[in-house]
């Protein structure tokens, strides 16, 4: 039975991951200070799991919780590009200085694998689609440069210490859990929270804006193959679904969903915002066997459920 820490197991996805570890018949272990994520994301699994309340700013604490663990998949991050535009410091405080505690006290205790949330900020905007894993990297925001420092930490740490590492590259995961009660949450939670409340939502920029939207289950299935996938320590992969959609078109499936007649409203477009984004998923799919499960009308039905029950509580 394989110990497994989720670093950020509070959060959105680490809620998610940890149900789907404790499935396969793993043992869990969670580190969160609960800044962003929150212990009733938990409640479903809290007597199954260790919890350990610290941040991974806090080498002591990392230390702790990495004691004894096999695998650790490290999600303890800041998000958001706005965010880290207006305080770069912390941003790269948390995201670049919490991932290099993880590191080294995995490489001090033997831990097998570090798998690390990375972002598909970090590609920028360039013009070519869909992005590959051997791209020149271009990032346009200080969260966008941290996610990439992380990764090179991860290469440097494969590398000259002989800690395996793996680095997967998120493409706008949604799901169950995803916070709308934030200034900066993502766009699919804000959308949700808006038409189930009546509000009108924000569109910022003209809405053509496309966008690889990954379901958090399939986020998951990466992230648990990247454990385990033989071959693969020191390399990065796209984690999407592998198609684009408009925001405009997301929209209209959302109020669709809600059965609501509302009309968004359109903002200037925010700084740092990337314009089109695409994955290539062929390398994930190839070394990890990696296979998104849900289309973006699977995905977004079984998240508006889950939102239609709760956003009372949450919104």
Partial sequence: ???????????????NLCEGLLAKGCRVRVLDNLSTGKIENLEGVIGS?????????????VEMAVKG??????????????????????????NVNGTLNVLLAAKD?????????????????????????????????PYAVSKLAGEAYCQVFNGVYGL?????????????????????????PRFMAALLNGGRPVIYGDGEQ???FTFV????????????????????????????????????????LSGSGIEPEYAFARKGDVR??????????????????????AGLARTFDWYSDIIGKVA
Avoid: W
């Fill in 1 to 15: 039975m394989y110990r497994i820490l989720v670093t950020g197991g509070a959060g959105f996805i680490g809620s």
């Fill in 49 to 61: 799991i260790e919890f350990f309340r610290g941040d991974v700013r806090d080498i002591r604490a």
């Fill in 69 to 94: 663990v096999d695998y650790i998949i490290h999600l303890a991050a800041l998000g958001s590009v706005a965010r880290s535009i207006e305080d770069p410091f912390t941003t790269n405080d948390v």
């Fill in 109 to 141: 205790t033997f831990v097998r694998r570090v798998v690390f949330a990375s972002s598909s900020s970090v590609y920028g905007d360039t013009p070519v689609l869909p992005k590959k894993e051997d791209m020149p990297p271009c990032p346009r925001s």
């Fill in 164 to 188: 395996e590492t793996v680095a997967l590259r998120y493409f706008n995961v949604y799901g169950r859990r995803q916070r709308p009660d934030s200034m900066y949450a993502a766009v699919i």
């Fill in 210 to 212: 496309r966008r690889d």
């Fill in 217 to 256: 289950d399939d986020c998951n299935q990466a992230n648990m193959k990247a454990c385990f996938a033989p071959g693969v320590q020191g390399r990065r992969f796209n984690v999407a679904r592998g198609s684009m959609i408009s925001v405009n078109e997301l929209f209209r499936k959302l109020a669709r």
């Fill in 276 to 297: 089109d984004s695409l994955a290539d998923i062929s390398a994930a799919r190839e070394a990890l066997s990696y296979e998104p499960a849900f289309d973006m009308d």
